[in-house]
């Protein structure tokens, strides 16, 4: 049996799709408990690729979504999918509307906007308009999904708000706009009658390489960069906003590149401040940073500052500032400061990082987590603030 007979079948079927679906749990417990592919197969033998490969996205989507032990997914929906928190983010900021998504794959985000929305899912790969169907049945969504080309339907899209999270090349260095699958801009060409767009982008790509209008969106999960979403002037006139969760930290503003310089001999303050990533994609640490701080490191992705002021609401990480060494020999140090853990927060190549970790750490026996910053011309060892 293919794939999309043994899908259609569990959509035919409500007997078939919970033995189905209590097997496919039955295959991740196995795996949970160290149990081989060869072996599990040996109980599980039916369509055994299938269900095996349905067991692992499971658990690779455990985290990511509260039904995920009903859901069917393959490998690259089990990657790309909206996590439930984002997608839930997204549908009340576009509640009310007509969606209509080009290329809704396995679903999610169209069945977290129908919570709110009339949302119809268009998908042109026939396995995946099937999970979606599949996928929608846990949420009692009332999202509507149709097997087709989106550039063939006649159907008339004034008044809808376009949402695509198109494919994009795994592991491909440069994010384009002529790289995504669908294409959003020819998308807009055929259906110029769409009232507004809400595209999810490749978080990474470079602001010059967006050629349409309207607020940049960068979402983070704990502190993580996850998505970037690009809504249309006509939905929000916005410019570029960070969106923090799941604390649901928003700032909003006009972007703008910051520029600051770290110097040898800067003064270190008491504390050290790491804002959230998605301040820093979004342009907008001028609004977080303050004139007195000094900078400790600065890259295009990580800006890390010092100061003497505890800020108590700060949109990212703060660290209380124990020492400092010119070296990492620090192993007596992280003893007098009941040091168990280290984490280094700065860049060094993996295996660097896994030889340093190891030495201090097999060599601590405390409670604290410690993290070593570098700043120009020292290291900085610092605590946590939660």
Known sequence: MNLYNFLNKLIESEKYYEYIDDEINEIVELIHMGHSPESIKKTHRNNFDYLFEFAKSRIKIADKFSKYNHLFMDYYSSMYSTPEIIGKYRAKKLAGNKIIDAGSGAGMQDIMLSEYSSVTGVEIDRNRYLMACLNGMPYNSSATFLREDFFSINNDFSGYVLFSDPLRPVNSREKLFSKLSPNPQEILHVKPKISGYALDLPPH??????????????????????????????????????????????????????????????????????????????????????????????????????????????????????????????????????????????????????????????????????????????????????
């Not at 520029?259 to 959230?276: A, F, L, M, Q």
């Not at 800006?303 to 108590?312: R, V």
């Not at 660290?319 to 853990?341: C, F, M, P, Q, R």
């Open 205 to 386: 790509m470079e602001w010059t390489n967006i050629p349409l209008k309207g607020e940049r969106e960068y979402i983070s999960i704990k502190g993580a960069l996850n998505r970037l979403t690009l809504y249309s002037p006509s939905i929000s006139k916005n410019i570029s906003t960070a969106v923090m969760l799941p604390e649901n930290i928003i700032i909003t503003g006009e972007p703008k590149d910051f520029k600051s310089r770290v110097e040898n001999n800067g003064h270190t303050g008491s504390y050290i401040y790491v804002p959230d990533i998605s301040i820093t994609y979004a342009k907008l640490l001028y609004l977080v940073v303050q004139p007195e701080w000094t900078p400790v490191y600065m890259d295009s992705r990580r800006q890390i500052f010092s100061g003497n002021s505890f800020e108590k609401s700060f949109p990212g990480k703060e660290y209380s500032v124990i020492d400092y060494s010119n070296n990492l020999e620090i192993t007596s140090l992280l003893h007098d400061i009941d040091a168990g853990k280290v984490f280094f927060r700065f860049s060094m190549k993996p295996e660097e990082t896994y030889r340093y970790k190891n030495s201090l750490e097999k060599e601590l026996s405390g409670s604290k987590n410690i993290y070593i910053f570098k700043g120009p011309d020292k290291y900085i060892i610092a605590e946590e603030i939660n």
